[in-house]
T-cell receptor, first 114, second 115 residues
Framework: GENVEQHPSTLSVQEGDSAVIKCTYSDSASNYFPWYKQELGKRPQLIIDIRSNVGEKKDQRIAVTLNKTAKHFSLHITETQPEDSAVYFCAATSGTSGTYKYIFGTGTRLKVLA | EAQVTQNPRYLITVTGKKLTVTCSQNMNHEYMSWYRQDPGLGLRQIYYSMNVEVTDKGDVPEGYKVSRKEKRNFPLILESPSPNQTSLYFC??????????????FGAGSRLTVL
């Protein structure tokens, strides 16, 4: 079945450094790729997303890139801050024949060290 | 306030005792879904619904049932809970846009323990 692989599972960076999280999806029909951030004890919340007709999207310190040919997409966080510490989930979605599955990666725990 | 409300937030039960986790949204969203979150496994989709009376299995549907009789409600039913269903459960909803950019709004989560 469809799946999304996410790496690394944990990532520690010094405050001010950059962090990159990578995901690979299997379903070539996937057309929407959101990223969710989950702080400790909280619900996941969308931080950025990209559609399949776009290669890159940026929002202040975060950016997402998509390589449809390779079925890869990545989250980039620059100038990391302690409040960026959280678990990040990538997801891939596709809707065909009246279905709509939302497949998440296994998550990356990011620790920003002060 | 636009939100997804799920209840109960915490529940300890025993094997075999039927339970229902309710989920309600006030955003008129067509799409609703249930996920379970387990350490190292991320968020796995249990069931989803595209609209009233339309439901479909996600990746881990075994041991669960759902219904969508009204647009705003999407309860998760565990007919005979077992210890391997101990988990953190999230309900989420989204509109269904033609563009495919369907952002999920999550509930606060329900932590279930089955003894």
């Amino acid at each position: 079945g469809e799946n999304v692989e996410q790496h690394p599972s944990t990532l520690s960076v010094q405050e001010g450094d950059s962090a990159v999280i990578k995901c690979t999806y299997s379903d070539s029909a996937s057309n929407y790729f959101p990223w969710y951030k989950q702080e400790l004890g909280k619900r996941p919340q969308l931080i950025i997303d990209i559609r399949s007709n776009v290669g890159e999207k940026k929002d202040q310190r975060i950016a997402v890139t998509l390589n449809k040919t390779a079925k890869h997409f990545s989250l980039h966080i620059t100038e990391t801050q302690p409040e960026d510490s959280a678990v990040y989930f990538c997801a891939a979605t596709s809707g065909t024949s009246g279905t709509y599955k939302y497949i998440f990666g296994t998550g990356t725990r990011l620790k920003v060290l002060a | 306030e636009a939100q997804v409300t799920q209840n109960p937030r915490y529940l300890i039960t025993v094997t075999g005792k039927k339970l229902t986790v309710t989920c309600s949204q006030n955003m008129n969203h067509e799409y609703m879904s249930w996920y379970r979150q387990d350490p190292g496994l991320g968020l796995r989709q249990i069931y989803y619904s595209m609209n009233v009376e339309v439901t479909d299995k996600g990746d881990v549907p075994e041991g669960y049932k759902v219904s969508r009789k009204e647009k705003r409600n999407f309860p998760l039913i565990l007919e005979s809970p077992s210890p391997n269903q101990t988990s953190l459960y999230f309900c989420a909803s989204s509109p269904l846009r033609v563009s495919g950019a369907n952002v999920l709004t999550f509930g606060a989560g329900s932590r279930l323990t089955v003894l």
